[in-house]
């Protein structure tokens, strides 16, 4: 019996934790909110993969879990919160890698957006599109004046997250900022 108890005291001690957890995470969630209201009186970008990237490696230095883990489960964190200011269309072609890429980097809160052309999207309301390297993607992407903003390995395949943004924290654009998972 005693183990018992001993399990039931432990998992007490587990519930009051996940209640601070979710206490923690709404707060979270009236910042962001906060945060995407300045982000629209301003026109800002939603999805800002430098500042991800700073908190996955902030998280890890003051926790010592790898940069790794801490992207795989707070990507979900961040995408639930990231809803708060918008649902992100991400254009993508029809095949298991795009589908999986973009939610590995963006987590569940996300609009893929599939085509056969990238030409074809409706660049209005999707500023993303997520493929790998080929002379469709480079054609756009020079038309269009996009830029490569990150990358995500899915399946010993690189995807490639291009945007008409730019990404401040690459030189000219071209290198990764989101790690290896």
């Not at 095949?95 to 963006?106: I, M, N, T």
Request: aromatic letters at 10%.
């Amino acid at each position: 019996m005693k183990i018992t108890t001993d399990i039931n005291k432990l998992r007490e001690e587990i519930d009051n934790i996940d209640n601070k957890i979710i206490e923690l995470i709404l707060k979270r969630m009236k910042i962001v909110h906060e945060v995407g209201v300045t982000k629209s009186k301003n026109n800002s970008r939603i999805y800002v993969p430098e500042r991800e990237i700073a908190i996955y490696n902030r998280l890890s230095n003051i926790s010592e879990i790898p940069v790794e883990d801490i992207a795989y489960f707070y990507t979900e964190i961040i995408s639930f919160c990231r809803k708060l200011e918008g649902i992100l269309n991400v254009g993508i072609k029809e095949d298991k890698y795009s589908l999986l890429g973009v939610k590995k980097l963006f987590g569940e809160h996300v609009n893929p957006v599939t085509t056969k052309n990238f030409n074809f999207l409706n660049l209005d309301s999707t500023k993303y599109i997520l493929s790998p390297i080929n002379d469709e993607i480079l054609d756009f992407a020079k038309t269009n004046n996009w830029s490569i903003i990150n990358k995500v390995e899915v399946l010993n395949e690189t995807l490639y997250l291009f945007s008409c943004y730019k990404n401040t924290t690459l030189k000219n654009n071209s290198s990764t900022i989101n790690p290896k998972f």
